[in-house]
């Protein structure tokens, strides 16, 4: 559920230049995934214990950066602006 949404907001943010907005949002996605792998590993491979915790920690550092960054309280974080238009073929 957070991909599709993630990616929709990211393309809606960076829509003048939708490329480099794509490709920031693919390479952050496998740049996170190449850090915590390793991490679960440290902690054991017996259990998936390691891995619960990573997954929460991973939860609460993303709901921080939304409660700093967003402030959805106040608006921010919203598109304001009038929808793109598409133009008929």
């Given amino acids: 559920m957070v991909f599709p949404a993630s990616m929709s907001l990211g393309q809606t943010l960076g829509r003048h230049a939708p490329g480099t907005g794509s490709a920031l949002l693919g390479g952050t996605q496998f740049l996170l995934g190449a850090l915590a792998s390793p ?18 920690g991973a939860l609460a550092c993303a709901a921080l950066s939304l409660t700093l960054l967003a402030r959805p309280w106040h608006g921010h974080g919203e598109f304001r602006g009038t929808a793109p238009s598409v133009a008929a073929a």
């Fill in 39 to 56: 991490l679960v590993g440290l902690f054991g491979t017996s259990s998936a214990t390691p891995m619960a915790v990573i997954m929460l």
